[in-house]
């Protein structure tokens, strides 16, 4: 597992320079069985990010560029009268793919970004009363500005709990810029990309990630920071329980890509933000006082006492900070 996610890292590190922890952000949620929002301001590779990670897997991949006028059946496909056999077919849309670039996410309506709400949570989709599952593996890649508000609609609550993580990747450093002209000079690199693993290969790492050792104290230390998240007087809104499962699995998968067949306590620690500070909503003093939803989940991470055994056997020593 982590040769194979090393291979997926560095294909997708030929096309973003000097942002390897984001990349391994991104393969971490992939191999989580997740979804991944990416949140940043226009041009620095949001799209370029979900697109070679993408082609780095050779499984299905499909696209679709969010719009005010884009409708819900467009996402998920519709159900129409064919004349010739006098039934109903089912069309399916863009959703029907292993891999689901939605770029701009928020740019269409609220009502079309619900439509992405059952496909996300069961990875089936429903029209006219009928269901029809979606392939393994299944994720979203979603991008968004979060400083343009013109023609935007911001992504609800229920949808951004939805994502596992999300992550946003800043401006390069001058060196990896200058790289970046000479890269871009003759052609698109993410068109240079082959697949480095198929969808067989991406669905084994992912039961394999989900096997990994999560001690019973660690387990209550999870349990415990996002109750934290809930109690806290900076927050009006904690994360919810799905946000202590999508924890545990990013953890899972960290370890996983590490090598490891346990969680350690600083596995928690390096997800802990990229996978609860999209779900928190904070009160009017802290927005006022110019706090983060990131430095929140810090302070309570360092609030709490880090447990010293990581795993059940009792000659384990990880995890002792």
Do not use: W
Not at 53 to 76: E, G, H, K, M
Request: net charge neutral; charged share 25%.
């Amino acid at each position: 597992m982590a040769d194979g996610a090393a291979r997926v890292v560095a294909a997708v590190e030929q096309v973003l320079m000097g942002k390897g922890e984001v990349v391994r952000t991104a393969v971490m949620t992939l191999l989580a069985g997740g979804h991944l929002l990416v949140e940043d301001v226009p041009g620095v590779g949001k799209t370029v990010l979900a697109k070679a990670l993408a082609r780095a897997v050779d499984c299905s991949v499909s696209r679709v560029q969010f719009t005010p006028d884009l409708l819900p059946s467009d996402v998920t496909g519709v159900t129409v009268y064919d004349r010739r056999t006098a039934e109903f077919d089912f069309r399916p849309g863009p959703v029907f793919a292993n891999m689901v670039v939605a770029d701009e996410i928020n740019r269409a309506s609220p009502k079309t970004q619900s439509a992405l709400l059952e496909c996300m949570e069961e990875h089936q989709v429903t029209v006219d009363a009928t269901t029809y599952p979606l392939a393994e593996p299944f994720m979203v890649l979603a991008t968004q500005n979060p400083v343009e508000m013109e023609g935007t609609y911001p992504l609800p609550e229920a949808q951004r709990d939805r994502f596992t993580t999300r992550i946003s990747l800043g401006y390069p450093h001058q060196d990896a810029e200058l790289a970046m002209i000479e890269g871009h000079a003759g052609s698109d690199p993410v068109d240079r990309i082959r697949p480095v693993c198929t969808a067989a290969d991406v669905r084994s790492m992912i039961a394999g990630a989900r096997a990994v050792h999560v001690a019973p104290e660690l387990r209550r230390y999870v349990v415990e920071l996002v109750s934290a998240t809930r109690s806290s007087p900076l927050v009006r809104l904690g994360a919810s329980p799905r946000a202590t499962l999508h924890l545990v699995r990013a953890a899972r998968a960290r370890a996983a890509m590490a090598g490891r067949d346990h969680v350690l306590p600083d596995d928690v620690h390096a997800v802990a933000v990229p996978v609860l500070a999209h779900r928190l909503l904070l009160t009017g003093e802290a927005r006022a006082a110019r706090r983060e939803a990131g430095q929140v989940v810090h302070q309570l991470l360092d609030q709490l006492v880090v447990p010293r055994g990581s795993r059940s056997e009792p000659s384990a020593r990880h995890g002792q900070r």
